[in-house]
């Protein structure tokens, strides 16, 4: 794969197609061509000071739903104030392979770096979910990258990473967010390798933080080429960075988040230990801890980490020891456990309601993990029917174990159970008839007049019988 990587990146250097643009420094720009042969687009910000007399730090963003104008203006108020170019992609896709969007990647990445005056000391790459694996993988395999911003998301092959190249890593997730499991792992990873590594979080799910935490994550790759020699310093930078982090303490220590504005005092401890901030951070530190509630959430949040991971280790054993023996008779306490979390998340307590969405996420994740493991393997059909109805359980909105269960079942002539999860799914709101006319191994049952007088009964109209 590496020598494949590495012709086309030189193929696409050899053959970039020079085109007229017309550009506008400080408002997002998209839809504009990566080259005249082929149909991919990027969106672009350029801050007020750009000129061509000098050389720009880029960070390269991949949006995995096609979405490249709305990242770019996510990050455009801290490029604007920091100093950079932004280039995302519009042709990133979250079902295709990794091996594709870095084809994507670079050819964008190339026509960038024949247009723009840019810095190759300072390259960075950004992404959401799939992007974020793109944004994970590139310096596998591009050894100047300066730093990797990854968010709800990651891709980490630890033999394919270059020992000379020690690129900084900003993992960045919503705190009900599950992936949040693998982020930590890799931030560790890092760590121990002697890669500056730190996770960014706020309260959400699985999504895009605000512009305020990316322009802060990105401060935190200004502050690291400052201290690098890469950047010349900038005294007043420094403390708008610094005094736009107290707020967002202090705004967390005002809405009674006592705990989380500790942690990201201590979290600011670091970042700034080189520019005389830790008297102040430690008396703030001081006077968190002196509050009751602070160590009453402190407590919560403690007991919370522990019963999580007792949890996840208990759901890893059974769920195994179910799927081997396809163990139908289980399902209702798995359904028991999801009602477990739906207590925490509904509760009042912040640490259970969060620890509560990550878990139902985890589950969700295992069974569609086991599943797809499953059919790789072209496994026997009851296991796979269980992965496919704990999907249900554990996500359902997500049309995909309905589905799932809907093939299977049509496959295996149990037409009864396939017509139970149809109107499962339609109950769920789905308005895709096209993708009920597309499953997999329904060929005889979706021409019956069962299947169509359901789908018209909820959808008003079906692809065949006027019923």
């Given at each position: 794969?590496l020598?494949?990587?590495?012709?086309?990146?030189?193929?696409?250097?050899?053959?970039?197609?020079?085109q007229?643009?017309?550009?506008?420094?400080?408002?997002?720009?998209?839809?504009?061509?990566?080259?005249?042969?082929?149909?991919?687009t990027?969106?672009?910000?350029?801050?007020?000071?750009?000129?061509?007399d000098?050389?720009?730090?880029?960070?390269?963003?991949?949006?995995?739903?096609g979405?490249?104008?709305?990242?770019?203006?996510?990050?455009?108020?801290?490029?604007?104030?920091?100093g950079?170019?932004?280039?995302?992609?519009n042709?990133?896709?979250?079902?295709?392979?990794?091996?594709?969007?870095?084809?994507v990647?670079y050819?964008?990445?190339?026509?960038?770096?024949?247009?723009?005056?840019?810095?190759?000391?300072?390259?960075?790459?950004?992404?959401?979910a799939?992007g974020?694996?793109v944004?994970?993988?590139?310096?596998?395999?591009?050894s100047?990258?300066?730093?990797?911003?990854?968010?709800?998301g990651?891709?980490?092959?630890?033999?394919l990473?270059?020992?000379?190249n020690?690129f900084?890593?900003?993992?960045?997730?919503?705190?009900n967010?599950?992936?949040?499991?693998?982020?930590?792992?890799?931030?560790?990873?890092?760590?121990?390798?002697?890669?500056?590594?730190?996770?960014?979080?706020?309260?959400?799910?699985?999504?895009?933080?605000?512009?305020?935490?990316i322009?802060?994550?990105?401060?935190?790759?200004?502050?690291q080429?400052?201290?690098?020699?890469?950047?010349?310093?900038?005294p007043?930078?420094?403390?708008?960075?610094y005094?736009?982090?107290?707020?967002?303490?202090?705004?967390?220590?005002?809405?009674?988040?006592?705990?989380?504005?500790?942690?990201?005092?201590?979290?600011?401890?670091?970042?700034?230990?080189?520019?005389?901030?830790?008297d102040?951070?430690k008396?703030?530190?001081?006077?968190?801890?002196?509050?009751?509630?602070?160590?009453?959430?402190?407590?919560?949040?403690?007991?919370?980490?522990?019963?999580?991971?007792?949890?996840k280790?208990?759901y890893?054993?059974?769920?195994?020891?179910?799927?081997?023996?396809?163990?139908?008779?289980?399902i209702?306490?798995?359904?028991?456990?999801?009602?477990?979390?739906?207590k925490?998340?509904?509760?009042?307590?912040?640490?259970?309601?969060?620890?509560?969405f990550?878990?139902?996420?985890?589950?969700?994740?295992?069974?569609k993990?086991?599943?797809?493991?499953?059919?790789?393997?072209?496994?026997?059909?009851?296991p796979?029917i269980?992965?496919?109805v704990?999907?249900?359980?554990?996500?359902?909105?997500?049309?995909?174990?309905?589905?799932?269960?809907?093939?299977l079942?049509a496959r295996d002539?149990?037409?009864?159970m396939?017509?139970?999860?149809?109107?499962?799914?339609?109950?769920?709101?789905?308005?895709?008839?096209?993708?009920?006319?597309?499953?997999?191994?329904?060929?005889?049952?979706?021409?019956?007049?069962?299947?169509?007088?359901?789908?018209?009964?909820?959808?008003?109209?079906s692809?065949?019988y006027?019923?």
């Amino acid at each position: 794969m590496l020598r494949y990587i590495s012709f086309l990146l030189l193929l696409f250097t050899l053959n970039a197609t020079a085109q007229e643009l017309t550009l506008k420094k400080g408002i997002v720009i998209d839809s504009l061509k990566v080259n005249d042969s082929i149909s991919e687009t990027f969106s672009l910000f350029l801050p007020k000071a750009y000129s061509n007399d000098t050389i720009w730090p880029v960070v390269f963003v991949f949006e995995p739903q096609g979405r490249g104008k709305s990242a770019t203006q996510l990050f455009s108020s801290g490029a604007e104030e920091q100093g950079y170019i932004i280039i995302a992609s519009n042709n990133i896709v979250a079902k295709d392979s990794l091996r594709n969007n870095l084809e994507v990647a670079y050819r964008v990445m190339n026509t960038a770096f024949n247009f723009f005056p840019l810095d190759k000391n300072r390259i960075y790459t950004a992404g959401f979910a799939e992007g974020a694996e793109v944004a994970s993988a590139i310096p596998a395999v591009v050894s100047n990258i300066q730093g990797v911003m990854a968010a709800g998301g990651t891709w980490l092959n630890p033999d394919l990473l270059k020992k000379e190249n020690r690129f900084s890593f900003i993992g960045i997730s919503g705190y009900n967010d599950y992936r949040i499991y693998n982020l930590e792992e890799t931030v560790r990873f890092f760590r121990r390798n002697n890669h500056p590594a730190s996770l960014y979080t706020f309260n959400g799910f699985h999504e895009w933080p605000g512009a305020q935490l990316i322009s802060r994550a990105l401060g935190s790759f200004t502050l690291q080429s400052m201290e690098k020699g890469l950047k010349p310093g900038n005294p007043e930078l420094v403390e708008s960075l610094y005094q736009s982090e107290l707020q967002e303490a202090e705004r967390l220590r005002r809405t009674m988040q006592f705990y989380k504005s500790y942690e990201m005092l201590e979290f600011m401890e670091d970042k700034y230990a080189l520019y005389n901030k830790k008297d102040e951070l430690k008396s703030l530190q001081k006077q968190l801890r002196r509050n009751s509630l602070y160590r009453q959430q402190r407590r919560e949040f403690n007991k919370i980490l522990v019963l999580e991971n007792i949890k996840k280790e208990e759901y890893f054993y059974y769920f195994d020891e179910d799927v081997a023996l396809a163990n139908f008779q289980n399902i209702p306490w798995w359904s028991q456990q999801l009602v477990e979390l739906k207590k925490y998340q509904d509760g009042k307590n912040m640490a259970e309601a969060e620890m509560g969405f990550r878990l139902q996420g985890f589950l969700a994740s295992l069974a569609k993990g086991y599943y797809d493991t499953l059919s790789k393997y072209d496994a026997s059909i009851d296991p796979m029917i269980f992965t496919a109805v704990l999907q249900t359980i554990f996500d359902k909105k997500n049309p995909e174990g309905y589905k799932n269960i809907i093939s299977l079942s049509a496959r295996d002539g149990d037409y009864e159970m396939a017509m139970l999860y149809l109107e499962d799914l339609l109950k769920t709101g789905y308005k895709d008839m096209e993708a009920l006319y597309d499953i997999p191994g329904t060929l005889d049952l979706k021409l019956s007049p069962e299947y169509n007088s359901l789908i018209k009964k909820y959808l008003g109209e079906s692809k065949f019988y006027d019923l």
